[in-house]
């Protein structure tokens, strides 16, 4: 007898939406083979029915029709518990092309439950009527599912699902398995639960983990019943954090996060899509994610937010300053006299003026981190990705590689580590190795403090602007770059949510404001902090050998002051026997009420005589005097202020209206004054900080830090830097704030300078074509260390980062170079004027 072939069997789910032409598709494939029955652990019964394509015998059965599989209802419950449990070898998801949104929803629950999925794109008659067209080969790339257009009431495609429902359950499906990425803060606290059921032996290996976590999160109590312990404890952590985060129910978030994937899905395969859903993001996407008018917006926007940055950041940065300023003035003040000051130097010049230096920029770092936050939680960021995704493609990559750039915004190991939404291996390096190209808030805090340096206030926000926007385009240049050389291959296509607009609430923004700002705080307390106290060290030792010549100077300079004081008897037209108070440098009332009661031999005679009246109207206008004199220089700095030269004249006039008002009524005396401090006081303080700051030029240059510095110097040269900056620079390597630290160190000659102060020292020393250069090389330069390590672990090789350290700091020299190389031959930015 001739032997049998063997049949395979194949079990299928047909699943759909209620109204989506499931039940006329599942009497297509099954004729009058069909019936009513229970499957184990199922109680709604379920009809069930057979269809053959050669030698294999298709069972199908049809669940139940849901809109979701959230278990909300015995329906839902029951299409779920036949997948998970059955396992079916194909599920068929049967979709109304004419509503094709709403019923992708259901979609996308099916494939977090890892069966082959194939959809059955039902009433596409109806769509077309309806004019909307499909592109069915980019959509099932997108979704990674096989889709066949069909019309149930008219039996087309029923032999095409065959085949295609053969073709899966033989050789798999074609397409790579997608799933829905929900952000950077679910998609941690799924990871979270996830490692929770591994630790705890509660994984299943007919379920995957991660859809038992996204059922944790939604509080499916279904799923909980048989979680582990340990599992649901975090998952009930990760919702209560979650839900702070996004200030409303955590299953109505993931909700929106599924429908923004659909959305995006439909955004690029999809023409004419109507969602009454949708109709007012709809209306509003209409504008923002033009052609015409989405990069523009964007752009703009950008240019808002720094100067918004700016604006509001700025008076709160100034009292920081002022304050760390303070603090450095106030330790050396009350050191003890005679106690060694190696301990006072490192706390004042190492850890104030370095630590303090980056943490007087907080304001301006929380402010961007609040800008993005609001940015990502309305939905703009998306929609941000969606207007670069045309750009995008151009250099081989897709436009959902945009959000971990932007994410780089902000800090680039998460933007790093969020290359892990992009399943092709080439778009993941890709994106990682041109990711630090973005500018983090590190990189922002360096800015901020060159820019206030270098440019006036009108200058600002176009200065920040346009660095942000040449990080953008040199990372597209080199993502173009690896794609065409290292990287090169086709781009997998990737689904760009688009969720629907959302208003953020307070207290999300300021969850997101205080879990970055406390990540750059800590950095500044732990990593910044040792690299300062390193850095101190390296430019306190070893020590100058004391020769006593500065001193000497010092004391030559004391005696010429003191002469000086002498000559004030014949200024003020007393006799000879008068006494002078022995320092006139203290310019606070106490102080000059003290040297005067010093002075005093007898100050009952000298009131007799009249001499102390004198003395005491001196004293008093010279005090006057010299705080006038000290508003008007600060006048001179009032270019970086909001207010402009307009401000600047206005104090200019007050002083001298205030100076002739001290002149007409006391003439003679406010001469002896402007004498005293033209001729005693300005040449001796001008002669002192000269002292001072050669000693210390001559200590730095001794030091370790010096003698590196110098040794580089020639390279830096040509690239308009000295080897101060050079210095800065090797230290940025490891952190970019720690690059503020150092300046404040290497620039710190008394010790009592705060952020302020340092920014007029740069602004007094170098051009502003150097401040833009530096900037440019901290944004091309090598990554940090942070970002050296996390592109390690995400890429599993060494040669990425040593690529990057190379690459990023050859063309960081090249671009600096040539862009000082141009300024200088055009005379742009060369003048110094701070």
């Not at 303090?356 to 941000?384: K, Q």
């Not at 700002?517 to 850095?535: D, N, P, Q, R």
Request: hydrophobic content about 45%.
């Amino acid at each position: 007898m001739p032997r049998m072939a063997m049949t395979r069997s194949i079990t299928v789910a047909l699943a759909g939406n209620p109204n989506s032409g499931k039940s006329t598709i599942f009497n297509n494939l099954t004729g009058h083979r069909q019936h009513v029955g229970n499957y184990p652990g199922v109680t709604v019964e379920t009809k069930q029915g057979v269809c053959r394509w050669g030698d294999q015998q298709i069972h199908i059965i049809d669940l139940p029709g849901t809109y979701s599989l959230t278990a909300y209802s015995p329906e839902e419950l029951e299409a779920r518990t036949f997948i998970v449990k059955q396992q079916p070898d194909v599920v068929v998801d049967v979709v109304d092309a004419s509503n094709i949104e709403r019923n992708l929803y259901l979609t996308t629950q099916l494939l977090d439950l890892g069966r082959p999925v194939i959809i059955a794109l039902n009433m596409t008659d109806v769509a077309h009527v309806r004019g909307i067209e499909f592109d069915l080969k980019q959509l099932s790339l997108l979704l990674g599912t096989p889709i066949v257009p069909m019309v149930g009431s008219r039996n087309e495609g029923t032999r095409e699902l065959i085949a295609a429902i053969a073709q899966v359950a033989t050789d798999g499906s074609p397409y790579r398995s997608r799933h829905v990425y929900y952000g950077r803060e679910i998609e941690e606290e799924v990871a979270r639960v996830e490692d929770a059921l591994t630790s705890d032996g509660g994984a299943q290996a007919s379920v995957p983990q991660r859809w038992v976590a996204l059922q944790l999160l939604e509080g499916d109590p279904e799923v909980a019943e048989t979680a582990p312990s340990a599992a649901k404890a975090v998952a009930a952590s990760s919702i209560q954090h979650l839900e702070r985060v996004f200030g409303g129910a955590l299953d109505t978030v993931m909700a929106d996060r599924r429908y923004g994937f659909v959305s995006g899905a439909c955004q690029e395969a999809v023409r004419s899509t109507a969602e009454t859903r949708h109709s007012l993001s709809d209306a509003i996407d209409a504008v923002v994610t033009s052609s015409l008018f989405g990069l523009p917006l964007f752009l703009a926007l950008m240019y808002v937010v720094f100067l918004v940055i700016f604006r509001l950041g700025g008076p709160a940065t100034d009292l920081l300053s002022a304050g760390f300023g303070h603090l450095g003035s106030l330790i050396i003040d009350w050191w003890p006299p005679g106690m060694d000051t190696t301990v006072r130097d490192l706390l004042v010049e190492g850890v104030i003026g370095g630590v303090g230096g980056v943490l007087a920029l907080l304001p301006n770092v929380l402010f961007l981190f609040m800008a993005i936050a609001i940015l990502e939680d309305t939905g703009y960021m998306a929609r941000a990705a969606f207007i670069t995704d045309r750009l995008m493609h151009h250099i081989g990559l897709h436009g959902k590689s945009f959000i971990p750039l932007v994410l780089g915004f902000g800090c680039t190991v998460p933007a790093v580590m969020a290359t892990r939404i992009l399943e092709n291996r080439r778009d993941r390096l890709t994106t990682m190795l041109v990711a630090p190209l973005m500018s983090c808030g590190a990189k922002f805090a360096v800015y901020s403090m060159l820019i206030a340096a270098f440019f006036p206030q009108a200058w600002r926000a176009p200065v920040l602007w346009s660095v942000y926007l040449i990080g953008v385009m040199l990372a597209m240049a080199g993502a173009r770059l690896l794609r065409s050389t290292l990287l090169r291959g086709e781009s997998v296509p990737l689904v760009m949510e688009l969720p629907p607009y959302r208003m953020p609430t307070v207290r999300g923004i300021l969850i997101h404001m205080w879990e970055r700002g406390g990540e750059f705080v800590k950095k500044a307390g732990t990593v910044i902090l040792a690299l300062s106290i390193v850095l101190w060290a390296m430019t306190a030792y070893p020590r100058l050998p004391d020769d006593g010549r500065y001193d000497a100077r010092r004391d030559e300079a004391a005696a010429r002051y003191e002469e000086g004081l002498h000559s004030l008897r014949a200024l003020l037209g007393l006799p000879e026997s008068s006494a002078v108070p022995g320092n006139l440098l203290l310019d606070d009332r106490v102080g000059l009420e003290e040297n005067a009661a010093e002075g005093s031999v007898d100050d009952h005679k000298r009131e007799a005589t009249g001499e102390g009246a004198t003395m005491e109207r001196f004293l008093s206008l010279l005090r006057d005097v010299r705080a006038i004199r000290e508003r008007m220089a600060d006048a001179e700095r009032v270019r970086f202020e909001d207010s402009g030269s307009s401000a600047k004249q206005l104090l200019q006039e007050a002083a001298v209206a205030r100076l002739s008002q001290l002149e007409y009524r006391e003439p003679s005396l406010f001469s002896a004054a402007v004498r005293y401090l033209d001729e005693v006081e300005g040449p001796y303080r001008v002669a002192l900080e000269s002292i001072d700051g050669e000693e210390h030029a001559a200590r730095l240059g001794n030091s370790a830090a010096g003698r590196i510095g110098h040794f580089m110097e020639p390279a830096l040269v040509p690239l308009g830097f000295d080897w101060r900056i050079g210095t800065a620079l090797i230290g940025a390597m490891a952190a970019r704030e720690a690059f503020i630290a150092q300046l404040g160190i290497l620039f710190a000659a008394d010790g009592r300078q705060s952020s302020r102060e340092l920014q007029h020292r740069l602004g007094a020393t170098y051009p502003p074509l150097t401040g833009f250069t530096i900037m440019l090389f901290i944004l091309i330069g090598s990554p940090c260390l942070p970002t050296l390590a996390v592109t390690y672990r995400e890429s599993r090789s060494w040669k990425w980062p040593l690529l990057q350290i190379i690459a990023f700091t050859f063309a960081a020299y090249a671009i600096v170079f040539v862009v000082y190389s141009l300024g200088m031959i055009l005379g742009v930015g060369t003048t110094i004027i701070g």
